[in-house]
């Protein structure tokens, strides 16, 4: 590959806690000129987020270290097609003088057919792509499904080159007709070494105090939102079923079926042992991962989950459904009998008694995970990002 430098604009729906390392990364980067638009500024700033249900901003420098813009937003704000509506990032493209445009925002957001014909017109190759392993739905609707299947070939050949965070989502689109050398991997990552560094600052005995937990106890972590595709109702009920002795499941996270779960806790006699933490921010997360014994994610809808990169950075050993997409490239090649069938609370159980009945074992997953996310660094997605944005490039000017 020749090494000139690229202009990019990466677009992005809003600050993220797990994109704003990758930009620094990308501004460091000596073949990338990187200007990052967002569409807004949720998460940068204090609001309610609708999933979480409560109010949200986040703990660790989002807008640091790069260059970036806001682009004024138009639309209501809300999760739907006009929600977000950035007209002016027509604009900056077309004036940019930009080789690729990045895009982050999905094709269910008017920004993104704004981002697109304003990239055809300025004869600037477009990048987007999905994590999606599946064609199902998050709401399990079925004409989604069929939906998906007649639109998403066309969808992914308006792109100069489609970029996917993992094996499946690779494969899926494969299946769709599009060719493998329009496809680049461009894996998920977290901010690696940020992560390690902070893990081994925890006092793993102190936190697991404040959870009632001795040091020969087990302890089983739920980290995500309590929503109903995430099924933390099937790790209640399988952890009561495994009953390991003095077992102890942490749910941190907030959602609506908090209450619902609390409930069950009550109902199944073991609210002594479920500990609800509600939002935990970034900063305090590497020591949850240092005080749990395994973190568990068992969710029916879950494109990626980079919350795995986070507990195998921090050395917690992970089991996880098979709709998890990090399932397959992260989980299975440190422990393949860790990956279970979403839905399948006897078979999670089951999972919950193997990984500790033997935990040496159970500590020696968590050091291999720790060693295989380096698979999965920023180092690797930056590459990636480079290569897919000169073939993109090339591909532009093949056209012409």
């Known amino acids: 590959m020749s090494e000139r430098r690229f202009r990019v604009l990466a677009i992005a729906t809003h600050p993220a806690q797990y994109m704003a390392p990758i930009f620094r990364r990308m501004a460091n980067e000596p073949r990338l000129d990187v200007q990052v638009a967002y569409c807004s500024l949720r998460g940068a700033r204090s609001g309610f987020d609708p999933e979480f249900q409560t109010s949200v901003k986040w703990d660790v420098p989002l807008l640091d270290g790069y260059s970036w813009m806001e682009i004024p937003n138009k639309g209501s704000g809300e999760e739907s097609f006009w929600g977000l509506n950035n007209p ?21 957001r008017a920004s993104f057919w704004i981002a697109r014909r304003a990239a055809k017109i300025a004869g600037t190759a477009f990048l987007f792509g999905t994590d999606a392993h599946s064609l199902a739905p998050r709401d399990g609707k079925t004409w989604k499904i069929w939906f998906k299947k007649a639109f998403w070939p066309f969808l992914f050949r308006q792109a100069d080159q489609v970029i996917v965070p993992s094996t499946g989502t690779l494969e899926m689109v494969k299946s769709l007709g599009i060719s493998a050398g329009k496809i680049t991997l461009t894996p998920y990552a977290v901010d690696n070494d940020w992560w390690k560094t902070e893990s081994l600052k925890a006092d793993r005995a102190a936190v697991r105090a404040e959870w009632g937990a001795a040091p020969e106890q087990p302890v089983i972590l739920f980290c995500a939102k309590l929503q109903s595709w995430k099924r933390p109702m099937d790790l209640l009920h399988a952890f009561a079923e495994a009953n390991l002795q003095g ?63 986070e507990a195998m950075c921090c050395g917690c050993p992970v089991i996880a459904s098979d709709q998890v997409g990090a399932a397959r490239d992260l989980v299975a090649p440190v422990r393949p009998d860790f990956v279970f069938p979403a839905g399948n609370i006897r078979a999670l159980a089951t999972t919950l008694r193997a990984a500790f009945a033997d935990r040496e074992l159970l500590q020696e997953t968590g050091r291999r995970g720790f060693a295989h996310v380096e698979t999965h660094s920023p180092g690797k997605i930056i590459a990636a990002t480079v290569e897919a944005v000169q073939k993109a490039v090339e591909a532009v000017q093949r056209s012409r």
């Open 88 to 108: 002016g990032l027509g604009t900056v493209i077309r004036e940019g003088h930009f080789d690729a445009a990045l895009c982050f925002v999905g094709y269910v």
């Open 247 to 309: 077992s102890i499941l942490v749910f941190a996270g907030e959602g609506p079926q908090r209450a619902e779960l609390q409930a069950q806790a009550t109902q199944r006699g073991i609210q002594e042992r479920v500990k609800f933490l509600g939002f935990v921010n970034q900063s305090q997360l590497p020591a949850l991962y240092s005080a749990a014994d395994v973190m568990v994610l068992p969710s029916g809808y879950e494109p990626f989950a980079v919350v795995v990169n």
